[in-house]
């Protein structure tokens, strides 16, 4: 890259978002948490005092800072001022127990851990377990008190390929792995956020999602970069939820399915009808009983599909006009579709073992492969790992889909959720799409047991809505109107609360691991 | 740059976009052209056909091609299909004579000149005036039939910063000057355009816009990242314009305040009641009572301001949610301003001649200078005109601005437009602003006239709305509630129309000729 051309080129990275936020926007308000709030001009001081004392505590180049916090200012924070400090910012799962904390201290070789007050105990914990020489820094009064004397520092990379951040995957499957993001990449991906999202200087977006999870799909760029107003919310309650989109008038937020479930079904939840109410739903594929229930309550339902290797939302089911004149089933179908990669992730694919695309009919299972500048750049310190899922330039996600005539994009499941019955692939996703139309039930996972003749076999498990009791001969009745005999789950038991993962993803491992007793034959 | 990192490393180009939609779009409406209408797979095939085509008439990679077009499906195609021939594309003014289309072939050393059949005639007489050896390209019947034999041609540059178009400045003063744009900064303006105006996959835009000027703000482009649908227009007529509006329910297009203001006072002129129609407005500040017009009417206004040397949009006045509670008179003020750098735009000073930052008080008047990616690289084949609007790396609009406290621009005038009367400086932008407020008076230029004892006097040549009578006396009185007396002009004259530029802005020069003789002293 030409060097002399400073008149027109300029590296990409979101910290450009927050340096222009904060002049042409320096008084609004960019970050409310509890009763305390910053304007942009405060956030990037704060931000640029965050570098400074990271650096004053001998942060070098290319280290790598932990952050372990819930959604608080905290985080939003840190995604300018670690890379601000030309550190790596490594976002840490709260919920993870120390030991798996350590084991990612260690991975990263992080130099410094930022957390929250309320983690202090956990990351001694944690670091209890590593003999890596870490330094703690708790976000305390103490903390406030040294920010205050602090020199602010801002530094922006040279190099717009250079990493910016770590993202250990949750993990339902193996070992951690640390997802790279460039500076790059998280520009472009903010971008598209925000364009297919439709956020812009009037919007106001609730923190549901985990910050930790993806870098918070880009969000914390993304929001800055239009100069919306981020709200923090700690801790993710549906009377909370409800609280704060009525105090704020919140306007964005995003939601796995069973998030958005819960909200939907709280005893708060009401219709929004001063505005438009925007829920981006990712994680998982929502219900198309969901969908409609969402929109009774009006809310625009942007359904997406997403990876940490992907920054988060790679594809988008954006509404599309020519459905309009459509009943709202056919809506409903349509929209629960993955959609269409975003405005900048225009290479996915779905391909068979060879590396081949399948037909695009619909049918053909295959699975995700995609390239692009919306792609990380590997697993640190994991070649093998970074081989294996980078075969030949094509990042395999590992989940396995149809390409629609139309080219639009629908997860089947990932490759360990299909059940395979007498040969037959069930589909625990479209099962547990059946079973959510069914009005006691608020949400199904479905998992394959062992079987003596069938192999596997299908079972569900499930939350009734409040109030109601689950009847498993009835239910199975019941989906003999919309699925196949061979799917319909062989019992469908009922429970107070479904594990999940940080991101609201189930834990279906879990969940083979409590109910394999279930398993006949 | 890695040339190994095929997976997560691709050139940022708009031709992406166009091959994106095609796939996730296919059968959607790209273009409307009169009774025509192309879905994105066939304006995929279209552009790739003119690329092929080129390539088998000698293009080569670098070339420049010509397009001669007013706003139809040719210019959309051209803007595709030129680039993927792996040429530059070069689209001229309609509205110049054939002298001035020959300079401009010449200086860009074009190979080729494809062109609209009405146009035919004025390319062969601009021929006339070249000795250079290029060949013509008629897009009449043979033209359809040559593309349809011709074998599709899609060249992706491998380097971004490879250069896309040449737009020559339409020059209300001075040489025409070809502006280079890149294929990254036509990616990014993209992007940004579509965030801040908010094309989705459902807006609808209307080409009032000509694409030959600065390639359309890059929505020919944006339209297409977006999935929407390019309306064209080939001729801008208010009737024809609201028929456009209401038949293909438009929910974008641009305007100078010109074109806008004679939109609002036309008979077809009514409320959009059933969807937003947003109009963005660049070229001249809108005054605030046309902005109050276009609120009455359904109208939303977002104001921007740019230049050929900027891909177009630069700054952007979104709307912000602290201004919903003030009174209308004041939003249209802070409406009235050219705002904050776009989302990818955030390196904009006003500057002394020096080059030093003047005061951000609202007040103190100095020259815009911005730098950033969404900076030309440079006028083509002119080095001193480069170096001299780029002095010290960073890029000289020739536009006199302030920079009020909260960071918002406002253009004060282009330098020429200022006028020096008695010593003191009167702003034409201001005294044009308090004329389109009064009832009578449909749109205002004014200009200076030389006058012995003040040295320049102003002096306001206006159109009056329909069935209304100007009267100088009348109005130089009413202008007394609102301006300083040395600032009220000598006289106010009627015309019929005023002389205008391609993109809409007023023709001053024209104007001091014509009017040199009412300069009294």
């Keep these: 890259m030409p060097k002399d051309r400073t008149h027109n080129f300029e590296p990409l990275t979101p910290l ?20 305390r709030r910053w304007t942009y001009r405060e956030l990037l001081d704060r931000s640029a005092r965050q ?10 180049p290319g280290d790598r800072v932990a952050v372990l916090a819930p959604n608080t200012h905290l985080m939003v924070e840190a995604h300018f001022g670690v890379p601000f ?29 930022l957390c929250d007050p309320d983690f202090a105990a956990t990351a001694e914990q944690a670091f209890a377990s590593t003999d890596a020489d870490i330094q703690l820094v708790v976000a305390d009064q103490g903390y406030e008190a040294l920010l205050a004397r602090s020199v602010p520092w801002m530094e ?12 250990y995957t949750s993990g339902t499957t193996g070992a951690p792995k640390g997802v790279m993001y460039q500076h790059r990449g998280a520009y472009l991906q903010s971008l598209a956020v925000n364009s297919h999202f439709g956020i812009t200087a009037s919007s106001v977006y609730l923190w549901t999602l985990p910050m930790f999870h993806c870098n918070g799909w880009c ?8 100069g919306g107003t981020h709200i923090c919310l700690p801790a993710v309650r549906p ?54 229930r969402a929109t009774d309550l009006g809310i625009a339902i942007t359904h997406l599909y997403g990876l940490t290797e992907t920054y988060g939302p790679l594809a988008i089911c954006d509404w599309r006009r020519e459905w309009d004149e459509l009943d709202r089933d056919e809506q409903a179908v349509l929209r629960a579709r993955q959609g269409v990669g975003n405005v900048i992730a225009e290479q996915i694919r779905v391909v068979d073992e060879s590396g081949a695309d399948v037909p695009s009919d619909g049918r053909t299972v295959g699975e995700v492969a995609v390239r692009g500048n919306n792609v990380m750049l590997g697993y640190y310190r994991d070649e093998a790992a970074t081989a294996e899922a980078i075969p030949d330039g094509w990042f395999r996600t590992g989940d396995l ?21 007498g040969g037959e692939n069930i589909s625990s996703v479209e099962v547990e799409s059946a079973l959510a139309a069914h009005p006691d039930v608020l949400e ?26 689950v009847n498993s001969d009835e239910i199975r009745a019941w989906l003999r109107g919309s699925l196949a005999g061979f799917k319909i789950p062989d019992s469908v038991v009922a429970v107070d609360e479904l594990p999940k993962t940080a991101s609201g993803k189930i834990r279906k491992k879990e969940l083979r691991e409590d109910w394999a007793s279930l398993g006949a034959g």
Aim: with cysteine.
């Design 51 to 60: 570098a400074g004392l990271l650096r004053s505590v001998g942060v070098a």
């Design 16 to 35: 450009k978002f927050l340096q222009r936020s904060a002049t042409v926007f320096g008084d609004r308000v960019a970050v409310v948490d509890g009763n």
């Design 219 to 226: 969000l914390p760029w993304a929001v800055t970069a239009a």
């Design 85 to 113: 400090a030309g550190a790596v910012l490594v976002t840490l799962n709260t919920r993870l127990d120390p030991r798996e904390l350590a084991r990612i201290l260690d991975h990263a070789e992080c130099s410094v851990l």
């Design 239 to 292: 009377r909370e939820v409800w609280a704060a989109v009525d105090e704020y008038r919140v306007t964005h937020l995003c939601a796995a399915p069973t998030v958005l479930s819960s909200l939907c079904a709280d005893p708060a939840a009401h219709t929004i009808d001063d505005r438009t109410l925007s829920v981006a739903v990712g994680g998982a594929p929502p219900a198309p009983a969901l969908i409609s």
């Design 401 to 421: 889909a149809v390409m629609h005539p139309d080219n639009y994009l629908q997860i089947r499941d990932r490759a360990k959720d299909i059940i395979i019955s």
């Design 156 to 167: 922006l990379p040279d190099d717009e390929d250079a990493v910016l951040s770590l993202n």
């Design 444 to 469: 199904a996972a479905v998992i394959a047991l062992p079987h003596d003749h069938w192999g596997e076999r299908p079972v569900a498990v499930v939350t009734p809505v409040a109030g109601a009791t």
